[in-house]
């Protein structure tokens, strides 16, 4: 097997925005995961009742998404051709949270259109790191 071709620059300036992504990722899951009473009880009435409302599987797709995710940038970084899997399975936890979210709690009716914007943020960098890991893999940068 032939060593894989050595990544541009920007591959690695790519990469380490997706590493920071995925740091903030897996820190707002750990602070929401882990807040107190007091914390839940100064979030806007809206926001505590959806959250009061979340089942444990949303929870743990979250875990799943941002977890599975860092290692995705994790692999990424060490040029392993799995990072893209890892994006997908983040991608697939991304789904579920975000599935229950406006499927099943009806969270764009309870929270409004705004509700929707940090979301599809989050759907799009999703699929932009499983294509970056495809194109990375396609041009033999990954092993």
Do not use: H
Request: proline fraction near 4%; hydrophobic fraction near 60%.
């Amino acid at each position: 097997m032939s060593d894989p071709i050595r990544p541009p620059l920007w591959f690695w300036l790519v990469s380490g925005l997706f590493l920071l992504w995925g740091l903030a990722g897996c820190y707002a899951c750990y602070a929401q995961l882990t807040i107190s009473e007091s914390g839940l009880a100064a979030l806007p009435a809206a926001q505590r009742e959806a959250w009061l409302a979340m089942t444990l599987l949303p929870k743990a797709a979250y875990g799943v998404a941002v977890a599975v995710g860092l290692l995705g940038t994790i692999l990424l970084l060490a040029r392993n051709r799995l990072a893209q899997i890892a994006f997908i399975v983040s991608l697939a936890g991304v789904i579920v949270q975000f599935g229950w979210f406006f499927g099943i709690y009806g969270g764009l009716a309870k929270l409004g259109a705004s509700s929707a914007v940090f979301p599809a943020i989050i759907v799009l960098i999703a699929a932009a790191e499983i294509w970056f890991a495809g194109l990375a893999t396609r041009r033999g940068w990954l092993r």
